[in-house]
């Protein structure tokens, strides 16, 4: 199917079956249906049509620019796939049963009414969920279905993710990416609960963000990269929170020094935070890959102290993680 429409849509114009390209400029405030496993590619230039697209079960709709879309509201009972090399926001508003389905190279950027109950997937590029100026975006209705995201794919952002997220991949603080190193740290809220075999990166142009779980976080050999600032108690720190779920399986921890020539701790620095939750004595331990990591000890290295992770800390709160020093002084020469 090649269409080459130039109509004003004001009833409804029906795609029943078809597969191909749909080559089109439409206007107006109608309907476009998708029905009976239609397959469609559009790459018409739509930015006057602010009516509906709707994609019955088993259709799917492709699209790799905003103006394929123009202003219509999507009612998506099928997949809507992006697969975009340019970084832009999909501003439309979305609801219905369909999947999301995030390709190519390309950003793209979660606007303000994606309430689809669907799964969503990031299969390449990244797909930012809040942003410096918009950090209350939330992807998804809150009853959504599964999150994935693809190894070599980045789910990023400082909004909320609605849906269990299984990460292959990277899931980012907003600052961690490139273009955004300036961006003030903040919280990336997943409410659904995490499953990570791939990198948590926190570490970005400031310390101080937060990845807040909502539910059970598994660790399925995963990474957990912090920016920590090597001091006392109340040194900054980027850190995972795990709200009201447990942490389980193991995830290495890796900690990137972001200052400090070490000092004496008492409770230690809280790197991992629990309310009303609960982790596993095995969940996270330091990684190898952390700045001045020992690979004798366990433990790093920042001027005269060596950090270790322990859980509970020395006297702190149980289930929380900690970096706790002691002084080891240079051997005398």
């Not at 340019?86 to 309430?115: E, F, P, Q, Y």
């Not at 001027?303 to 005398?332: E, F, I």
Request: charged content about 15%; aromatic content about 4%.
């Amino acid at each position: 199917m090649a269409s080459q429409l130039n109509d004003a849509v004001a009833g409804a114009l029906d795609v029943d079956g078809a597969a191909g390209t749909l080559v089109n400029a439409l206007s107006g405030a109608g309907t476009v249906n998708l029905m009976n496993s239609a397959t469609v590619v559009a790459t018409g230039d739509n930015s006057a049509f602010a009516g509906e697209l709707a994609t019955e079960k088993g259709t799917t709709l492709t699209v790799a620019q905003a103006n394929h879309l123009g202003a219509a509201k999507l009612a998506n009972d099928g997949k809507l796939i992006v697969n975009t090399s340019t970084d832009w926001t999909l501003a439309n508003a979305m609801t219905g049963t369909g999947d999301l389905i995030k390709d190519g190279a390309g950003a793209l950027t979660a606007g303000d009414s994606l309430r689809h109950t669907g799964k969503t997937a990031v299969e390449a590029g990244t797909l930012i969920v809040g942003d410096a100026a918009r950090p209350g975006v939330m992807l998804g209705a809150t009853d959504a279905g599964e999150v994935t995201v693809a190894e070599g794919a980045t789910l990023a952002g400082l909004g909320t993710v609605n849906g269990h997220v299984t990460n292959a991949g990277e899931v980012a603080a907003l600052n961690a990416l490139s273009g955004h190193s300036s961006a003030a740290a903040g919280t990336f809220t997943l409410a659904g609960g995490l499953t990570n075999s791939g990198t948590v990166n926190l570490a970005g142009g400031q310390v101080g963000n937060q990845l807040l779980v909502k539910g059970d976080y598994v660790g399925q050999n995963g990474k957990l990269v912090l920016n920590t600032f090597m001091g006392d108690d109340s040194s900054a720190t980027d850190k995972l929170v795990i709200d009201g779920g447990r942490a389980s399986g193991q995830t290495g921890m890796v900690i990137k020094q972001a200052g400090g020539n070490g000092a004496a701790t008492v409770n230690g620095i809280r790197v991992v935070q629990t309310l009303n939750g609960t982790t596993d004595a095995g969940a996270f331990a330091l990684a190898a890959g952390s700045d001045g990591y020992r690979d004798t000890t366990g433990t790093i290295r920042a001027g005269a102290y060596d950090y270790k992770l322990q859980r509970g800390g020395n006297g702190g709160q149980a289930q929380d993680w900690y970096l706790v020093s002691t002084y080891d002084a240079p051997p005398v020469q």
